[in-house]
């Protein structure tokens, strides 16, 4: 036993409280069981930022889609902060997050990070969904607009100042299997305003896990680029910002 749990319960006991040094933190919809335990996606990953970080938990089915290799969806994710801390947040029926991540972006400045996920709404199809640590807990923050369409998702292809405004800004696919639409937005007064799409690009193959078909290319002082697959055929572009609109820069093989 730990120096520090032996210190909580004996703070407890002392108090004659429930232990007040518990790691969960706990949402509107109730989180962890009596144990604190969470189920973890069976193809989630960890990802992290600074002292933060981040996964999907409570796998379900009730969205039969499966582009992502099973019917195996995430019903909620966890944060845990810097001291350790916990946060849960869990959707209610009528969505699930189909991803396999939970991105953490410092996408307003404040030095705390954004969770930025895919949400799929059952009827709606997929959404940028943005959350805000407050605390120890988990805010919805925005969304981006759903696709409409039930079994219409988006993969995200990352997270970078694109236009050079000094802003970070959300690149994703918008229909990576059929139209590949790639949408640009940034957060700006609490919202994502959309400042640039092209189509024609796929950063995902139908039935694969693998998110990472495309990749950021940091370093230019216009902003970041992204290199992406061209649909519909071997070739791969890189993508960026001229005149504020996205233009491909250059096409390999050509
Ligand atoms: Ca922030
Ligand atoms: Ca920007």
Same mark, same amino acid.
């Given at each position: ?6 210190? #909580? ?11 007040? #040094? ?11 069981? &009596? ?83 895919? &949400?799929?709404?059952?009827?709606? @199809? ?7 640590? &407050? @605390? ?7 969304? @981006? ?52 799409? &092209? ?44 005149? @504020? ?10």
């Amino acid at each position: 036993m730990t120096r520090i749990l032996k210190y #909580c319960l004996a703070v407890a006991a002392a108090l004659m409280l429930a232990p007040i #040094c518990s790691a969960e933190t706990r949402d509107r919809a109730g989180t962890a069981d &009596k144990n604190g335990s969470m189920q973890s996606l069976p193809d989630g990953e960890v990802l992290r930022w600074r002292g933060y970080s981040a996964w999907l938990i409570d796998p379900t089915r009730r969205y039969r889609h499966g582009v992502l290799g099973d019917a195996i969806e995430a019903g909620g994710f966890a944060v845990r902060t810097p001291q350790g801390r916990v946060a849960v947040y869990r959707l209610d029926s009528s969505a699930v997050f189909e991803d396999r991540r939970v991105r953490l972006a410092d996408l307003d400045g404040d030095g705390v990070p954004e969770a930025v996920v895919i &949400k799929s709404y059952l009827q709606r @199809g997929a959404a940028v969904a943005i959350y805000r640590l &407050k @605390g120890d807990r988990i805010r919805p923050l925005t969304e @981006g607009p759903a696709i409409g369409r039930a079994n219409r998702w988006l993969n995200i292809a990352g997270i970078a100042d694109f236009d050079g405004d000094g802003r970070l800004d959300i690149a994703y696919v918008q229909t990576p299997h059929l139209a590949g639409i790639v949408r640009v937005f940034t957060l700006r007064n609490g919202s994502l305003h959309e400042i640039g799409r &092209k189509a024609g690009y796929t950063n995902h193959r139908i039935g694969s896990g693998d998110l990472d078909l495309a990749r950021v290319v940091p370093g230019s002082a216009t902003g970041a680029r992204l290199r992406i697959a061209v649909i519909g055929t071997n070739a791969m572009a890189v993508l960026g910002f001229r005149n @504020g609109r996205i233009v491909e820069l250059s096409r390999s093989p050509n």
